[in-house]
């Protein structure tokens, strides 16, 4: 009963290094969804998935870049981490069906960038 | 694009209702939803109104939307201490809700 997992919870890293944050949800959602939170904008929409190898770019894509081989996982990667990358990152999921309008979310990635 | 407003803080005596408001500009927001991210964790879904209902209430939770000045609340009866948290509110165009768009979120604080 997992759930939406994120790992790692807590990342810091160096500018210039790749860095990539997993999510995991176990209830084969079709959709996923990547956010980062900053105070003063609140959730802003990196990414989004309607179904394995199918892929979106939301609000502020640039510098990162998914992938969705399988339904159940939705990385996202970091190629040249900045320092305006430092941010909380929530991955969520949603069922594909037009009745389902809840995002399930999961705990948060606490990026710092140094 | 669309954008979403918020107060960032709200202080609150303990019993007392609090009233979180939230102000959007797409004239196409059709569905409307508070979540609710409680300390060191994600966001949960509290509740939603779709744009043809002017109130919906749940148990403690009373959201009202005026379609005319694009104005949503949420108030929420009786605080207790477990209502501190941030709230977002969202909108989305359509009820898949593929691509919500996210307030600047409310912290709200109780004071015992």
């Known amino acids: 009963d997992a759930g939406i997992t994120q790992s790692p919870r807590y990342k810091i890293t160096e500018t210039g290094r790749q860095v990539t944050l997993m999510c995991h949800q176990t209830w084969s959602h079709s959709y996923m969804f990547w956010y980062r939170q900053d105070l003063g904008h609140g959730l802003r929409l990196i990414y989004y998935s309607a179904a394995a190898d199918i892929t979106d770019k939301g609000e502020v894509p640039d510098g990162y870049v998914v992938s969705r081989s399988k339904t159940e996982n939705f990385p996202l990667t970091l190629e040249s981490a900045t320092r305006s990358q430092t941010s909380v990152y929530f991955c969520?999921?949603?069922?594909?069906?037009?009745?389902?309008?809840?995002?399930?979310f999961g705990p948060g990635t606490r990026l710092t960038v140094t | 694009g669309e954008d979403v407003e918020q107060s960032l803080f709200l202080s609150v005596r303990e019993g007392d209702s609090s009233v979180i408001n939230c102000t959007y500009t797409?004239?196409?927001?059709?569905?409307l939803y508070w979540y609710k991210q409680e300390p060191g964790a994600g966001l949960q879904l509290l509740t939603y109104?779709?744009?043809?209902?002017d109130m919906k209430q749940d148990q403690r939770l009373t959201v009202l939307l005026n379609k005319k000045d694009k104005h949503l609340s949420l108030r929420i009866a009786d605080t207790q201490t477990g209502d501190s948290a941030i709230y977002f509110c969202a909108e989305s165009a359509n009820f898949g809700n593929e691509k919500l768009t996210f307030g600047t979120g409310t912290r709200l604080t109780i004071i015992p």
């Open positions: 109104i779709f744009s043809n209902m």
């Open positions: 797409d004239s196409s927001s059709t569905y």
């Open positions: 969520a999921s949603k069922l594909d069906s037009q009745f389902s309008y809840e995002q399930y």
